[in-house]
């Protein structure tokens, strides 16, 4: 995801999550080799991880020709499908949430754009967090329930998905 972690927050996603957003499409290239960088000083190693953190991130295809290879390197696979890339994303999303370092609000946005680039897959939709999906048009145009009763349901599909679970460290 293009805003996630902030690009100030210094945080670095797992190459687990990593790999969840480059199967979705959603990985942002570049900064994918500043947190290669960070992966290899935290222990991973491999000629495609160096190559990747050696690279400016401007060029997007050259990011993405590496980083599967990289992330083999750090002995993470690439999701094979939408439903178990988002099942990753969601997770990390709840458990951000959990630990209140995001609003409902910015978990439903980024619930959304991760459905609608699946392609509005039912497996995506069936997961806890894909269930939310559809609220923001109730929260935005104020034709449904309550905000705080929105909020709720959020919280409450956060919690599923963490009970639910991913490998998500």
Same mark, same amino acid.
């Given at each position: 995801?293009?805003?996630?972690?902030?690009?100030?927050?210094?945080? =670095?996603?797992?190459?687990?999550?990593?790999?969840?957003?480059?199967?979705?499409?959603? @990985?942002?290239?570049?900064?994918?080799?500043?947190?290669?960088? *960070?992966?290899?000083?935290? %222990?991973?190693? &491999? #000629?495609?991880?160096? $190559?990747?953190?050696?690279?400016?991130?401007?060029? @997007?295809?050259? =990011?993405?020709?590496?980083?599967?290879?990289?992330?083999?390197?750090?002995?993470?696979?690439?999701?094979?499908?939408?439903?178990?890339?988002?099942?990753? $994303?969601?997770?990390?999303?709840?458990?951000? *949430?959990?630990?209140?370092?995001?609003?409902? !609000?910015?978990?439903?946005?980024?619930?959304? !754009?991760?459905?609608?680039?699946? &392609?509005?897959?039912?497996?995506?939709?069936?997961?806890?967090?894909?269930?939310?999906?559809?609220?923001?048009?109730?929260?935005?145009? %104020?034709? %449904?329930?309550?905000? #705080?009763?929105?909020?709720?349901?959020?919280?409450? @599909?956060?919690?599923?998905?963490? @009970?639910?679970?991913?490998?998500?460290?």
């Amino acid at each position: 995801m293009y805003d996630w972690p902030a690009p100030d927050s210094g945080e =670095v996603p797992a190459p687990e999550l990593v790999a969840a957003w480059a199967a979705l499409g959603t @990985a942002a290239p570049e900064r994918v080799p500043l947190w290669a960088a *960070h992966w290899l000083v935290g %222990g991973y190693d &491999g #000629e495609a991880l160096v $190559a990747l953190a050696g690279l400016s991130g401007t060029d @997007a295809q050259e =990011v993405r020709d590496l980083l599967p290879a990289a992330l083999a390197e750090c002995a993470v696979a690439t999701p094979a499908s939408d439903a178990a890339a988002a099942r990753v $994303a969601f997770t990390a999303l709840a458990r951000l *949430h959990a630990d209140g370092r995001a609003s409902e !609000r910015w978990v439903l946005d980024k619930v959304c !754009r991760i459905v609608s680039v699946s &392609g509005w897959d039912n497996a995506v939709l069936d997961l806890p967090l894909g269930r939310i999906v559809g609220l923001d048009d109730e929260w935005d145009e %104020g034709w %449904g329930r309550p905000v #705080e009763q929105l909020v709720r349901e959020i919280q409450d @599909a956060c919690t599923t998905q963490l @009970a639910a679970g991913a490998e998500v460290p």
